[in-house]
């Protein structure tokens, strides 16, 4: 694989253009992590979504590692799937992180995959799902809906 600036607009352009997959597994997985902690989290859209990957995807160096582990994650198959599983257990996870971004939203967003991936089934090789799942678990995690998300954090020193 190769990775140039125009292998990374392709990236993009596939992540931007499987919302109508992406969004509805986003919203599940909210909805499923409210219940379990017993709060409200705004729900998605395509657009906001769409608009999210343009800033993910805006950052290079963020964009050249994201695009990297989608490709693999597109074309990574293994025979009768299970052997494969840590590998693109592992790929998923890392999207899903470098997706969301730093600490502590990288944890999250390593969390919520698999809470997205016992879910998700999607056709094709064995990585699609995985793919799939990161997608969803780290774009849920960088964006607002989340009320501890929203304003200043009570534990930053200075904040009195």
Known sequence: MELT???????????????????????ETRDRLADCFGVEVGSVTESTYCDEVAVVFGDGDRAVNVAGYVALLRDLDVDGDYPGFVVDEVLGRELAAAIAGGQPFSLLAQATFHV???????????????????????????????????????????ND
């Open 5 to 27: 600036p125009a292998t990374v607009t392709a990236e993009y352009e596939w992540v931007r253009d499987r919302a109508p997959t992406v969004v509805p597994l986003i919203n």
């Open 116 to 158: 997205a991936d016992v879910t998700t089934h999607t056709d094709g090789v064995a990585g699609a799902d995985d793919l799939d799942a990161a997608l969803a678990a780290g774009f849920q995690t960088r964006l607002p809906g989340w009320a501890w998300t929203e304003g200043e954090s009570p534990f930053a020193v200075g």
